[in-house]
């Protein structure tokens, strides 16, 4: 098993990178291969993992999904009291990462987060499939319960009391990761592969430079 894992690779022959060819402002080139990933129909085009940090600097990573993105940031919703909703009330700094494996790209966002307003989390959560809004109005996300069957008597129970709407729970809210950087990963043939970054200069213009694979 170990000799099979170490020799599966492949070729990454769909695109390349031209640093005259990419957009000035990361934001425009994200846009940018957003709209391909979408034309190519990829699944769960806007998944993204999610890296945040705790306190104590342990790491942890998990797939979210995209929810809206704009000059400023890129947004996410969640249980404030979830793992990565305490990470970031400690360390308020994250980073994103998509991956598009059918076209051989990544790209890499980090910055700091900030909580979004209560009116921006009851408008996108009641904007849900009422099935979803029970689902969170249901779960204390990232604490132990007993069982399944008391996670689904509680939705059971709470679905009986709402038929229209579900009452969003305080800690549910959104976040924005407010970018600091990005780069863009692609494939290459013989993992010579593209990948160019982009910060911020002291005038708050943003640069880019090519970076090594």
């Known amino acids: 098993m170990t000799d099979l894992i170490r020799d599966v690779r492949r070729e990454y022959k769909y695109a390349k990178l031209s640093s005259a060819e990419i957009a000035k ?18 699944q769960d085009v806007t998944a993204m993992a999610l890296a945040t940090s705790d306190a104590q600097g342990q790491p942890t990573v998990r797939i979210v999904l995209l929810k809206g993105f704009d000059e400023a940031g890129f947004s996410w ?12 009330a400690a360390n308020p700094r994250a980073e994103l990462l998509f991956h598009w494996r059918e076209l051989d790209r990544q790209i890499r966002i980090r910055g700091s987060v900030v909580a979004l307003s209560a009116a921006e989390a009851d408008a ?14 249901t779960s204390q996300q990232s604490q132990p319960v007993d069982s399944r069957d008391e996670l689904e008597q509680r939705y059971k129970a709470l679905a009986a009391q709402h038929t229209e709407q579900a009452p969003r729970p305080q800690a549910w809210g959104g ?23 982009f910060k911020r200069d002291v005038g708050q213009q943003w640069q880019m430079q090519r970076l090594q694979p």
């Open 25 to 42: 402002d990361p934001l425009d080139q994200f846009k940018r291969w957003m709209v391909e990933a979408e034309k190519a129909e990829i």
């Open 175 to 197: 976040f924005k990761l407010q970018p600091e950087a990005y780069e863009f990963w692609q494939g290459r043939e013989g993992r010579l592969h593209d990948r160019l970054q």
């Open 77 to 88: 919703f969640s249980d404030g009291g979830s793992e990565k909703g305490q990470a970031l």
């Open 124 to 137: 996108y959560f009641y904007s849900r499939p009422l099935a979803s809004q029970l689902a969170a109005a």
